[in-house]
């Protein structure tokens, strides 16, 4: 299958390109470049065994993704172009209303102008809010805290809309939880540009003596050590449950589920750092500072439904995680740039 990979050049992009082009696909990958790099889509066909072509076009400009949709003639489109940073989204949600849900308004756009009926989009477990339980399931009521949960769950409501709107659109919404690690060769991870506003990048980068230490934002939450738990899932296994979505598509339009990725299993602030250390074989300083905005104690996933509708499981652990995200983060102690 043809797909257009929005959003290809980044963390999550460059991996699913990767996991398709191993699995028979012909990826295309279209980027602004403002948070990503062309290295990685360089690398990511290396890795794939197959030249991947670059379109470097903002995700709002519907006619140049519907120039690319026809150019390359995709059959499917993954949507994981947006800002993504909580913190950031509560400082400016004018930002993050624009370029999440004006980008997608016009990928849904470009996709019915060009005759492209199938979507997977990269969806939060942000739209949850404060869960009543855990782990949560897709049932659970979506009430997000923070303005980037807000326009993931815009977004979803859009497509949802879109697809019941008569055509033959057909989506999958994947919530994701916390995507971490890398590609085990080394040659893709995750490269924040400035400071990083995610744990793993983070720890990463105080592990390589970028940074001095790691902020801890809270100590007191209502977890076993005070810290906030998350569940944290190999960003290979994501791109994997990617090209599964795909598969899972070919049913017809109407519908757009959705499906939490993740392990089922949550570990805390404290346990990543531990971990990492292992991994790394040196420690991790860290500093206790105040909650963060937005935030919430406890977030893991049932992936039960994934399992059924995708035959997909995560398969690594936190240990694998920690151990590629350090494999990428030492051979390149300054992210792409260094070339």
């Given at each position: 299958m043809r797909v257009l990979v929005l959003g290809g050049a980044g963390f999550l992009g460059s991996h699913t390109l990767v996991a398709l082009a191993e699995a028979g696909h012909a990826p295309v990958a279209l980027d602004n470049l403002v948070n990503a790099s062309a290295r990685a889509v360089e690398r990511a066909a290396g890795l794939g065994g197959r030249a991947i072509p670059l379109v470097v076009a903002d995700v709002r400009d519907a006619a140049a993704l519907e120039r690319a949709l026809r150019e390359h003639r995709a059959e499917a489109v993954i949507h994981f172009a947006a800002l993504k940073a909580v913190a950031r989204s509560v400082r400016e949600p004018l930002e993050y209303f624009d370029n999440n849900v004006g980008g997608t308004v016009a990928v849904l756009r470009a996709m019915q102008q060009a005759g492209v009926e199938r979507?997977?989009?990269?969806?939060?477990?942000?739209?949850?809010?404060?869960?009543?339980?855990?782990?949560?399931?897709?049932?659970?009521?979506?009430?997000?805290?923070?303005?980037?949960?807000?326009?993931?769950?815009?977004?979803?409501?859009?497509?949802?809309?879109?697809?019941?709107?008569?055509?033959?659109?057909?989506?999958?919404?994947?919530?994701?939880?916390n995507p971490v690690g890398a590609h085990p060769s080394g040659r893709l991870g995750e490269d924040p540009r400035g400071t990083p506003d995610n744990l793993m990048p983070f720890v990463s980068q105080v592990a390589v003596g970028r940074r001095p230490w790691l902020p801890v934002f809270g100590a007191d939450w209502p977890t076993p050590d005070g810290t906030c738990v998350r569940d944290y899932l190999h960003v290979m296994d994501l791109a994997e449950a990617h090209v599964a979505a795909l598969g899972a598509l070919e049913g017809g339009g109407g519908r757009a589920p959705a499906l939490n990725l993740g392990t089922g299993r949550g570990h805390s602030v404290r346990e990543v750092v531990a971990e990492f250390e292992r991994a790394a074989g040196r420690p991790i300083p860290t500093r206790v500072e105040g909650r963060r905005a937005g935030?919430?104690?406890?977030?893991?996933?049932?992936?039960?439904?994934?399992?059924?509708?995708?035959?997909?499981?995560?398969?690594?652990?936190?240990?694998?995680?920690?151990?590629?995200?350090?494999?990428?983060?030492?051979?390149?102690?300054?992210?792409?740039?260094?070339?």
């Open positions: 979507l997977v989009f990269s969806s939060s477990a942000t739209v949850y809010g404060v869960p009543a339980r855990v782990p949560i399931a897709e049932d659970a009521p979506r009430g997000a805290v923070n303005p980037y949960g807000h326009t993931k769950h815009a977004c979803e409501l859009l497509i949802e809309d879109a697809c019941a709107a008569g055509g033959r659109l057909a989506a999958l919404l994947l919530r994701y939880f935030d919430v104690a406890v977030l893991y996933a049932d992936c039960g439904r994934a399992a059924q509708v995708l035959g997909w499981r995560a398969r690594r652990d936190l240990r694998a995680m920690c151990a590629d995200a350090w494999r990428f983060q030492r051979e390149n102690p300054s992210g792409y740039a260094a070339g």
